[in-house]
């Protein structure tokens, strides 16, 4: 497998001992990585416009006209898939970096375990998101990738894919639960939910990313949390 | 009667208020105070670099030594043992394990939360506070090489999560009525009801789990 990665800090020491983490990771995990290396968040959208099609960000927080978080926001834009890990030296404040969805804040100076730790974590979202669901319609086949999937419900016999947009197939909800795995959680008899878009639990409530609530039986509420706090 | 028992109800709350309020009060002091430091430090700063210039401009190399050798004793009394990226969490968190260790309480932490969190600080401040409060007794229970409180934070998602885990005298403990008694005798106890009512208040999930003598807590609270 190979990474696309981009480091972006305007201090040059700090850009460089990142790097050197990073290749000692690629070589440590058998791993190849393409490393580019951008001193502002300008000089990285200059050269990358849509987003530049990276697997993982490593950014600075704190850096000249443009923040770390300004960029990320830039960038997910584009790119619902990129994994973007923040590296910042210590402040009284930093602005809220929710709605770029980070995977990782990590604090300089940086450990080089902790840095692999949290590559580690990257890359198996990097691979993650390379699924797709592939599902048969009567016309043919439409592929939805997994990161994109919000929840599905069923109905009678079909069921619906809240993704970008809905789509209805015939088929089973336990179907789906085998194939997608690892980080959806499938809530009574109705639906299955993918952690990652859940924003908050309560008794009787799930909220996702999109806005949707979506009821939740008794009992659910603790296996829920409890998936939450173990997807790590 | 009903009387009697709506006095007796009031006065539970108002102790409960007061403990509250002087716990906070203790926190906000702690806080207060760390912040003091880092600011004269900041303030500082541009004098110290001045003097630094000169010695260096004179290569007067003694003095340059004994210069930065004094700022980095000056600075370690600053500096924080713990940087989590929240600054609230960073003052209750170090006032806190520097309350542990005085105690000879061993604390090993992982906290990682550069965000600006949603959630007051005071709800911050009150979670933290009381989970620290409740291990550190619970610790004192124990033999000096035994006492040992693990925390760790961090997001999953967009949610805050904190844990925390102390090592107890008692084995596993049992739950009344769904709860887990205090151990601290009648009037006690204010602390957890208070954390269970901040969390419930936030749409946050609390789990306490004893076990093989440890007792864990976990705790949710959503940011978005």
């Known amino acids: 497998m190979t990474y696309r990665v981009a480091i972006c800090d305007d201090d040059e020491m700090d850009s460089s001992y990142v790097k050197a983490c990073l290749c000692s990771w690629a070589s440590s995990r058998k791993a190849n990585v393409v490393v580019d290396v951008f001193p502002s968040a300008e000089s990285f959208l200059f050269k990358n416009d849509g987003g530049g099609g990276y697997d993982i960000l490593l950014l600075d927080i704190e850096m000249g006209l443009m923040d770390g978080v300004e960029l990320a926001r830039r960038v997910r834009a584009n790119d619902k898939a990129v994994q973007i890990v923040f590296i910042t030296g210590y402040s009284d404040y930093i602005s809220e970096g929710y709605d770029v969805e980070a995977l990782h804040y990590l604090m300089k100076p940086v450990k080089e375990s902790k840095l692999f730790e949290v590559l580690d974590k990257a890359a198996s979202k990097v691979q993650g998101n390379a699924r797709v669901l592939t599902l048969e319609l009567g016309g043919g086949i439409v592929r939805v990738p997994i990161y994109e999937v919000q929840y599905l419900e069923v109905y009678g016999n079909y069921v619906t894919i809240h993704a970008n947009q809905d789509i209805v197939v015939k088929k089973t909800l336990a179907e789906f639960e085998k194939e997608l795995g690892e980080g959806f959680y499938r809530i009574g008899r109705s639906y299955i939910v993918n952690l990652k878009m859940v924003r908050r639990v309560t008794k009787s409530q799930v909220l996702l990313a999109n806005g949707k609530a979506l009821s939740i039986p008794r009992g659910a509420y603790e296996t829920l949390n409890r998936a939450i706090i173990m997807q790590g | ?224």
């Open chain 2, 1 to 224: 009667m009903k009387f009697l028992s709506r006095l007796f109800n009031r006065r539970i709350d108002r102790r409960i208020a007061d403990y509250q309020s002087e716990l906070l009060e203790t926190h906000y002091r702690e806080v207060e105070n760390m912040y003091a430091k880092m600011r004269a430090w900041r303030h500082d700063y541009r004098n110290h670099i001045q003097a630094l210039k000169v010695l260096a401009a004179n290569g007067d190399n003694e003095g340059l030594r004994e210069y930065l050798d004094k700022l980095d004793t000056d600075l370690n009394t600053v500096d924080l043992v713990v940087k989590t990226g929240n600054a609230m969490a960073d003052a209750i968190l170090n006032s806190k394990i520097s309350l542990a260790k005085s105690k000879g309480i061993e604390v090993v932490e992982d906290a990682q939360i550069p965000v600006k969190l949603k959630m007051s600080e005071i709800d911050l401040c009150r979670i933290i506070g009381n989970l620290f409060d409740n291990a550190i007794d619970a610790s004192m229970e124990l033999p000096a090489e035994k006492r040992l409180i693990r925390v760790y934070m961090d997001m999953k998602g967009t949610q805050l999560y904190i844990s925390f885990t102390n090592f107890t005298a008692v084995g596993k403990r049992r739950k009344v009525g769904g709860l887990f008694k205090t151990t601290k005798g009648e009037g006690h106890g204010f602390g957890l009801v208070s954390m269970d009512a901040i969390v419930e208040r936030l749409d946050g999930y609390l789990s306490r789990n004893s076990e093989d003598g440890a007792f864990t807590t976990e705790i949710l609270i959503p940011q978005v």
